[in-house]
């Protein structure tokens, strides 16, 4: 049974979301899709084909977590099942953020290996467990694909490192998750500023 209060929270706050991602070029025309975790069973997520500036709440669907619609005849975003996959293998996870940052995907596109290493930005310490500008933070790196299992497949294999906190599909975008929307948003913002800045530096050497 899906609490009702809940869900219109989530709702809420993932319309509000969306407003403020679009009017930071994060989202591009019907780009990204957003969730929030419900329960154990269940998470809130966007309708796909909706544009995620100009979201209302009836664009926020429940589904399970390998994206069966509960209650609804609309159909998720396709990348839905990458949702449910975080909630599955991230217990803590409350949230999770598919944008198409600018630099993230010009980032992908130019690293050829299945990382991209972060280090010596303050910035980093926004995520949970790092304290140092020192540390060498992760983004892995995984090919695109239409086929949603299998790119699932994937992405599991790559965030198996339970210290991982985002991924990039190459030319695609950025998947980043949090325990709760708004520290996921400020991730989002976070990497948003850090892949800029290694764009830049990779483009000065």
């Not at 599909?169 to 800045?197: K, M, P």
């Amino acid at each position: 049974m899906i609490d009702l209060p809940t869900l219109a929270t989530a709702q809420q706050a993932l319309v509000k979301a969306g407003r403020t991602l679009h009017q930071a070029q994060q989202v591009p025309a019907s780009g990204g899709n957003f969730s929030v975790r419900l329960d154990r069973s269940h998470m809130a997520v966007t309708v796909s084909g909706r544009h995620k500036g100009h979201l209302s709440v009836g664009d926020i669907m429940v589904t399970d977590l390998e994206a069966t619609p509960v209650g609804s005849d609309l159909k998720p975003s396709d990348e839905a099942l990458l949702h449910g996959q975080i909630y599955r293998l991230r217990e803590g996870a409350g949230a999770v953020l598919h944008t198409h940052c600018r630099a993230a995907t010009a980032l992908s596109m130019l690293e050829s290996g299945d990382n991209i290493i972060l280090s010596g930005y303050e910035l980093l310490k926004v995520f949970d467990g790092v304290s140092t500008h020192l540390t060498q933070f992760h983004v892995p790196v995984v090919d695109n694909s239409q086929d949603i299992p299998a790119l699932a497949a994937e992405v599991e294999q790559a965030v198996s490192d339970g210290a991982c906190h985002a991924y990039l599909i190459r030319g695609h975008g950025l998947y980043t998750w949090a325990g709760d929307l708004q520290a996921c948003l400020n991730q989002v913002e976070a990497l948003s500023v850090l892949f800029d800045c290694e764009l830049t530096l990779r483009q000065c050497r």
